[in-house]
């Protein structure tokens, strides 16, 4: 697996490596409520909040928990890892600044949430439903950092291939 | 399963479609704003009801204020909600409950995607959790087929086969965007280059500039004027949230037990109800198609086929005009035309009425009693239903 990207070329030119996007895409604009979400990307985690009253886990950020309305969300920081779901690979961009290919998925998290990233850092090829994956950050530009996810090393080991489906 | 209506008592039985229209429908509209766009359909669609503007006492849509001042209509009744089947729900029961005799609904689309290195704004919108992560309408929809194909086995031929049919559909309509352009089958669909996998260019919608307006009254005051109405049976909606800002999983879920992935079934169920009829009584099915995926989802979320039976009812054949559920006869977004945010969604309601009066040049489905309407899908949380009827509902 090589950071430093250069998959295989397709007919048109363009690799097949799913690498971070670089500084010149939209860059978040952090409510007062998810602040914290965007703080913990800067810092390197992965907070999501949680209402210990219903022992639920939330994303995306949210003023209350969704089960009992109660406003005593707390922070966590999550352990970065969770299975696909769902992905999706572009090869037409909404804005010219996004390179293609890139992977939007949809993650089901170890702690119950659900989060919406990109996977990068490997072949377009390794995407399925069912990849374990594992958080990564990336920093954008000054005081921007996205959380992307990529293939979760550990769990695609010999005798882990169960989290596959 | 909801509440059911006795059949002949829902409000919405008591209002009538007497006008509709699109204007010319084009890649670009030199000349015309949107605004302008959509009063010039609002002067077709009362035309064709036999109406003029001082008749005018409600409006629907974006452009809903504009247009009071336009027609010069107040005080007049505003529905909230923007120009699609939705918005026809809305002023059906205030038609019903009094709120307004006759409502326009209308929008239109001009001028707006000017810069082409972009796709359509309305593809785009800005949320901090979409936005930076490269989101578009293309790949929110995307993530629910592609749950869709791992659950059920959906191949991507059968996308193609919905894509092909539909874009030929457009392919013979002198009206569509599209006009000539095909046929297509679907190894044409699959050689077209890929977007956001498992969607080709062909699997996803155009767009394209154009107006289109719908004019609702009482079912009383219907039978006094010149045209052909149509009858609104049912209609409902379902929603979980805010388009384009959330996950699209397949699995997100509210109050039931029904999911996102099959957002639409309630909604239908209750339209159904209201009708008294079921999906066989159903003779052509207009529906929503912003990429080929979500005809099939939504064909399984009506009930015209089972869960996971949808790729199977389309290879077979079923959705062509000429087949047991004609879909989408004019070409829909995919090749008629797609003019902004709500146009298109309006334009199958239009296409709809336009089959059950048997004025369609193409495509016309002999003797169509009853249509199904679809707007949105679940890659954008939302689905709103009608049903509509040559004759009322008894
Ligand atoms: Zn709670």
Redesign the pocket.
């Known amino acids: 697996m090589s950071p430093s990207g250069s998959g295989e070329k397709n007919a048109s030119g363009v690799g097949t490596w799913l690498a971070p996007q670089r500084a010149g895409i939209p860059t978040p604009s952090p409510s007062l409520v998810s602040e914290p979400f965007w703080a913990g990307a800067r810092a390197g985690e992965l907070r999501y909040q949680w209402?210990?009253?219903?022992g639920?886990a939330v994303m995306d950020p949210q003023p209350?928990?969704?089960?009992?309305?109660?406003s005593e969300l707390e922070w966590r920081v999550s352990s970065g890892r969770g299975t696909v779901s769902s992905f999706t690979v572009v090869w037409r961009a909404p804005l010219p600044a996004f390179q293609v290919p890139y992977a939007p998925a949809i993650v089901e998290m170890a702690e119950g949430f659900t989060l919406l990233t990109n996977v990068i850092n490997c072949e377009v090829d390794q995407l399925k439903v069912g990849l374990p994956v594992e958080a990564v950050f990336v920093d954008i530009e000054q005081d921007v950092s996205l959380i992307y996810v990529q293939p979760d090393e550990a769990n695609l080991a010999p005798g882990h291939d169960q989290l596959a489906t | 399963m909801g509440h059911t209506w006795a059949v002949g008592r829902h409000p919405l039985h008591d209002v009538a479609i007497v006008g509709v229209a699109n204007t010319e429908q084009a890649r670009r509209l030199e000349g015309h704003t949107s605004f302008s766009i959509a009063v010039e359909a609002v002067r077709m669609a009362l035309d064709d009801a036999g109406l003029g503007p001082g008749d005018v006492d409600g409006t629907v849509g974006a452009m809903a204020g504009a247009l009071e001042y336009q027609l010069r209509c107040g005080p007049a009744w505003r529905g909230m909600g923007p120009a699609n089947a939705a918005g026809v729900v809305a002023a059906g029961l205030a038609i019903a409950a009094g709120y307004a005799t006759t409502v326009v609904i209308a929008d239109g689309g001009a001028a707006v995607h000017t810069d082409r290195a972009k796709t359509a704004p309305w593809t785009r919108p800005e949320n901090e959790f979409v936005m930076p992560l490269g989101m578009f309408t293309a790949a929110e929809f995307a993530l629910i087929a592609r749950s869709h194909m791992h659950r059920f086995g959906t191949p991507p031929e059968a996308l193609a086969e919905v894509a092909a049919t539909i874009r030929n559909n457009g392919s013979i309509n002198p009206d569509a965007v599209m006009t000539g352009r095909g046929p297509y089958t679907a190894a044409d669909v699959l050689a077209s280059p890929m977007i956001a996998d498992p969607f080709h260019r062909l699997d996803c919608a155009i767009d394209s500039e154009g107006g289109a307006a719908l004019v609702m009254t009482t079912r009383e005051r219907a039978a006094d004027l010149p045209g052909e109405p149509v009858y609104v049976l049912g209609g409902s909606g379902d929603r979980f949230g805010p388009a384009y800002q959330h996950p699209p999983s397949w699995d997100l879920g509210g109050r039931t037990d029904l999911v996102n992935g099959w957002i639409g079934r309630r909604a239908a169920e209750q339209t159904f109800a209201m009708a008294g009829l079921s999906p066989a009584d159903v003779d052509v099915a207009e529906l929503y198609d912003p990429f080929s995926f979500e005809i099939i989802r939504q064909i399984e979320a009506f009930g015209f086929c089972g869960e996971g039976e949808g790729a199977d009812f389309v290879l077979d054949g079923h959705i062509g005009p000429t087949a047991k559920l004609p879909v989408t006869t004019d070409g829909g977004v995919l090749s008629y035309s797609h003019p902004g945010a709500s146009a298109q969604m309006l334009q199958r309601v239009i296409r709809a009425v336009q089959q059950l009066r048997g004025s369609c040049a193409t495509n016309q489905v002999a003797d169509a009693e009853v249509a199904f309407v679809s707007n949105g899908g679940a890659g954008a949380l939302f689905c709103d239903v009608l049903a509509l009827g040559r004759e009322a509902a008894s």
Do not use: S, Y
Request: proline share 8%; glycine share 8%; aromatic share 0%.
């Open positions: 209402c210990e009253a219903c639920v209350a928990c969704p089960r009992c309305l109660g």
